[in-house]
């Protein structure tokens, strides 16, 4: 192994999870376009958008350029969804704001564990920084979403069981 982290070489779990996350993202990014779409909530629609532009973007554009530079073909991207107004999705299609407030808070949970997943492999040292980066963002995201939830009253909290 090399003293300068860039010249060492990838194995080959760090070749799979490195396209995997970046095949996973690129879907999700679709996903996030979506959600936009969906919210009515100007709060909501704010933090998926700084999700998407400040977190979410950023991480498929280093992902990308790390396999860009390594000469590994790129997986595939579905294609951007246009922007529509809230009020011409009809209300039976139509995600509302609790879930996709839900739906937010689980992958950023899955994501937290592929950025741990990622870290554990990786003998680059430079990966393990990455994602260990990756892994606070989304941390991050997770408690202003979480104190979004709680503002908004979306959270459902299970039944206290008293005897």
Known sequence: MSKNKENEPFHSGEIYHLWA???????????????????GDEDLKAYLEDLLENEVTQEAQQIEMILKEAGIRLPPAP?????????????????????????????????????????????????????????????????KLSDLSK??????SPPVHIK
């Not at 950023?108 to 892994?135: A, P, V, W």
């Not at 503002?151 to 459902?156: A, C, S």
């Open 151 to 156: 503002k908004k009253g979306w959270v459902v």
């Open 21 to 39: 996350y970046l095949f996973h993202t690129k879907h999700y990014l679709v996903t996030l376009q979506v959600f936009i779409n969906h919210t």
């Open 79 to 143: 294609p951007d969804r246009p922007n529509v107004e809230v009020e011409d999705i009809p209300a039976g299609a139509r995600f509302h704001e609790p879930e996709i407030a839900i739906l937010v808070q689980e992958e950023l949970m899955y994501g937290k564990i592929q950025c741990s997943s990622m870290m554990n492999i990786s003998i680059r040292t430079d990966f393990e920084e990455i994602f260990g980066d990756f892994h606070e963002q989304k941390i991050t995201y997770y408690r």
